[in-house]
C-alpha cells in the first residue's frame, strides 16, 4: 500500500493562501465577514502579547449567528437529528432549536440571569445541552459545559472556580442501557456552595429524583414562555464560554473563550476543513463536554446550517454495529471521530462495517490524538472504500479550532497517513528546540504558534499570571503548545505527542499532577506518579507508582481497591489507572522532577536506554540506580 494518498474533493482555491500569506490580519478580517455583526469593529487586532483582541468594538451575538439568520432559508431543515443507543430518536428543525433557545433564554433571564453570568452545564448529549448553551449565548451568559463523566468533586471545583448561578442537569442520561444519575452528582457536588441559586432539571429519563429548594424541572419553567428573546448585542471579546481542561499543575485551567474571533475561526475552518454542502449529513462522534463537541457539534454545524447527528450513548451499544447503523440510516456524509474509536472499531473486525451501506460517505475526519498509519489506512480503505479524503485535525481547547489540517474544502492536497499535513491559513505554527531555534526538517522539537489566531483563548478564567506561565513563558512571544512535532522534507507537520505532563488517554485530556495528588489524597499513601505507555485501542493508558506510608498494614490489594475508587469518585471513570504499583522509592532528578521517562521504560518493560538525553542532566549512575531500585521494588512487592 502506498504512504501518499492523492485524493481531493475538486476544489481549488488557492486564493485563500495567498490572502492570509500576504497580510493574515486582514485575511483573518475578510473571514470575520462572513459572519453576522450587528456593528463592525474598529480595529481588527490588537496584539499586546500575550493578549491578543481580535474585532475589538464589534458587536455580535453567537446564537444569532447560529439559529436567527437561517430562519428564513432553512427553519424547516432539519438541525440536529438526535439517536439515543436504545434507538429513539427526535429531529430538530432550525425552527425548532430557534424557539427552543430563546424560550430557554428567557427562562434563564426570569431567574435573574444577566450578561456576564456564569451557568454550569451538566448534561448528557441531548438537544437540550445545545440549547442551554445557546441560550446563554443570547443573552451574554457565559456557559461552562462539565462532561458527564465527571465526578462530584470534580464538578465542584469547576463550579467553585466559575462561580455560577445556576446548574443545568438531567435526572440521568444513558450509557450502555444503564441511566447514569446526573442529578444526584450535581446534589453532593453543590452542597455548601450558597452562590448556586438554581439547579435546572432537565425530565430526561423519567428515573425518580428527590427534589430540593433550588431545583427547578425544565419542563415547568418552559411552559408558557414566550417565544421572543432578543439577542444581546455584545463586544467580540465578550467572553462565550469556559471550558476546563486539564494541564501539568494540579488544578485544571479555565479556557477562556471570546465570541467574534472565536466564532470566525470556527465557522472558517468547519467550511475548510469538512466542504460543507447544504445536503450533507455532518456526525461528530465527540461529546459536547469537550471542546471538539464546542466548537464542531455545536457552533461549527450550526453556523453553516448544517443538518447533524448528535448522539447520546456508547460507540458500541447495543452492539459493535452502530455507528455504521447509523451512518447507512441517515446517509451521513461526513464523518468525524477519535482514533481511539477507529482502534475499537478496527478491532471488531472489517464484516462490520462490510455490512452496511456507507455509500453517501465522502469525507472522514479524525481529532484529539495522533493516528497510526495502520488505522489510517483502515479507515481510508474500509470505511472511506478509498474515495473519501481523511482530514487529520490537530488542534487544543486552547486553540478553539484547528490549526493543522488537510482543508479538502479549498485544496487539493496529498495526504500522508498520520501527518495532519499543513497548518490552516492565517496561523503561523513552527518547530524549534529547547532554545527556540526552528529545527531543520525530520528533526523533533516543540511546537508553537507564533502570532496570534482568532481562535485564541482570551485567557485562563480569572488567571492573567497562570495564562502567561502556561502557554507565554517557555518561548519569548510565542505559544507553547507542550506538543512534539517534526516537520518533514515537504513541509508535512507530524505530531509526536505530549512534552508535557499531560496524558492523552482515549483522546480525553489527563494531568498527570491532578492523577498524583488524588492518589496522595489516600491516607495510606506517600508519594505517586503516573505516567502513560502505549495501548493498541486507547492510544496510552494510565500506570500509577505509589509509595506507601512506612506503618501501613493494610492488605496491599485492598488499598489499590481503594485508590481505584477513589480516582472514580474524585475525577471520573476516564482516569482509572490500567495499574497500580506500589514501590518503594520514585525515581527523581537532583531538582525533585519525577523521571517519567524512567517509569514509562519500567511499566513497558523496556531497558531505559539513552539516559544521558534526560533533561536537567540527571547522573547517568543516578539514573541507574533510580532504575534499579524501582524495578527491585516492583518484582519484590510482586512476588
Ligand atoms: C492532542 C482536542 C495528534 C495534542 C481537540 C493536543 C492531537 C491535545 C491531535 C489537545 C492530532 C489533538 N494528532 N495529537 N490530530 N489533535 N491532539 O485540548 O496532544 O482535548 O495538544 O483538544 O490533543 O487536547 P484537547
Not at 140 to 168: L, P
Not at 446 to 459: A, D, E, R
Amino acid at each position: 500500500m502506498p504512504n501518499i494518498f492523492n485524493i481531493g474533493l475538486g476544489n481549488d482555491n488557492p486564493a485563500i493562501r495567498e490572502n492570509a500569506e500576504s497580510d493574515y490580519i486582514s485575511f483573518w478580517a475578510d473571514q470575520a465577514k462572513k459572519l453576522s455583526w450587528f456593528s463592525s469593529w474598529e480595529k481588527t487586532l490588537q496584539w499586546n502579547p500575550p493578549f491578543a483582541k481580535w474585532f475589538e468594538g464589534g458587536l455580535i451575538n453567537a446564537s444569532f449567528n447560529a439559529l436567527d439568520i437561517h430562519q428564513k432559508d432553512k427553519g424547516k431543515k432539519p438541525a440536529i437529528i438526535w439517536v439515543a443507543e436504545s434507538g429513539e430518536s427526535r429531529i430538530l428543525t432550525f425552527e425548532d432549536l430557534w424557539i427552543e433557545v430563546n424560550k430557554f433564554a428567557n427562562v434563564l433571564k426570569s431567574l435573574g440571569i444577566t450578561k456576564g453570568d456564569r451557568i454550569t452545564i451538566y448534561l448528557p448529549m441531548v438537544p437540550e445541552l445545545p440549547i442551554s448553551m445557546l441560550a446563554c449565548a443570547r443573552i451574554g451568559a457565559i456557559h461552562t459545559v462539565v462532561f458527564s463523566g465527571f465526578s462530584s468533586i470534580s464538578i465542584k471545583e469547576r463550579i467553585e472556580d466559575s462561580k455560577s448561578k445556576i446548574v443545568v442537569t438531567s435526572d440521568g442520561g444513558y450509557r450502555r442501557g444503564q441511566i447514569v444519575k446526573l442529578k444526584e452528582v450535581v446534589d453532593e457536588a453543590i452542597q455548601n456552595l450558597d452562590f448556586v441559586k438554581n439547579v435546572i432539571v432537565l425530565e430526561h429519563t423519567k428515573e425518580p429524583i428527590q427534589l430540593t429548594s433550588k431545583d427547578k424541572l425544565w419542563g415547568e419553567l418552559m411552559k408558557g414562555v414566550s417565544s421572543e428573546c432578543e439577542p444581546e448585542k455584545l463586544d467580540s471579546l465578550h467572553p462565550l464560554y469556559i471550558l476546563y481542561t486539564s494541564g501539568t499543575t494540579g488544578k485544571p485551567k479555565g479556557v477562556l473563550h471570546g465570541t467574534g474571533g472565536y466564532l470566525t475561526h470556527v465557522h472558517s475552518t468547519f467550511g475548510w476543513a469538512f466542504d460543507i454542502k447544504d445536503d450533507d449529513v455532518f456526525f461528530c462522534t465527540a461529546d459536547i463536554g469537550w471542546v471538539t463537541g464546542h466548537s464542531y457539534v455545536v457552533y461549527g454545524p450550526l453556523l453553516h446550517g448544517a443538518t447533524e447527528i448528535m448522539y447520546e450513548g456508547a460507540p458500541d451499544y447495543p452492539d459493535s454495529s452502530k455507528m455504521w447503523s447509523i451512518i447507512q440510516k441517515y446517509k451521513v456524509s461526513i464523518f468525524y471521530t477519535t482514533p481511539t474509536a477507529l482502534r475499537m472499531f478496527m478491532k471488531f473486525g472489517d464484516h462490520i462495517p462490510n455490512s452496511f451501506d456507507l455509500s453517501n460517505l465522502r469525507l472522514l475526519g479524525t481529532v484529539g490524538e495522533p493516528i497510526n498509519p495502520e488505522v489510517w489506512k483502515w479507515y481510508y480503505m474500509i470505511i472511506g472504500k478509498e474515495k473519501c479524503p481523511i482530514i487529520d485535525t490537530w488542534w487544543q481547547t486552547e486553540t478553539g479550532g484547528m490549526m493543522i489540517s488537510a482543508l479538502p474544502g479549498i485544496e487539493t492536497i496529498s495526504l500522508k497517513p498520520g501527518s495532519g499535513t499543513r497548518p490552516i491559513p492565517g496561523v503561523h505554527i513552527s518547530v524549534v528546540d529547547e532554545n527556540g531555534i526552528e529545527v531543520t526538517p525530520n528533526t523533533k522539537g516543540y511546537l508553537i504558534i507564533k502570532k496570534p489566531w482568532p481562535g485564541m483563548l482570551l485567557t485562563l478564567w480569572g488567571d492573567d499570571e497562570k495564562f502567561k506561565n502556561a502557554y507565554w513563558s517557555k518561548f519569548p512571544n510565542a505559544y507553547y503548545s507542550g506538543d512534539y512535532a517534526k516537520i518533514d522534507q515537504d513541509g508535512y507537520f507530524w505530531l509526536l505527542g505530549r512534552a508535557d505532563d499531560v496524558l492523552k488517554i482515549a483522546g480525553h485530556r489527563i494531568g498527570t499532577a491532578e492523577l498524583e495528588s488524588c492518589i496522595v489524597s489516600h491516607e495510606d499513601v506517600a508519594e505517586s506518579a503516573v505516567c502513560g505507555i502505549p495501548d493498541n485501542v486507547k492510544g496510552e493508558v494510565i500506570i500509577a507508582f505509589a509509595v506507601l506510608l512506612d506503618n501501613v498494614k493494610k492488605n496491599s490489594e485492598l488499598i489499590k481497591k481503594e485508590i481505584f475508587e477513589k480516582i472514580r469518585k474524585d475525577i471520573g471513570p476516564i482516569a482509572t489507572p490500567k495499574q497500580i504499583h506500589f514501590v518503594k522509592k520514585l525515581p527523581k532528578t537532583r531538582s525533585g522532577k519525577i523521571m517519567r521517562r524512567l517509569l514509562k521504560a519500567i511499566a513497558n518493560n523496556e531497558t531505559i536506554g539513552d539516559i544521558s538525553t534526560l533533561e536537567d542532566g540527571a547522573a547517568v549512575t543516578e539514573v541507574q540506580t533510580a532504575f534499579n531500585n524501582l524495578l527491585e521494588s516492583i518484582n519484590e512487592k510482586n512476588n
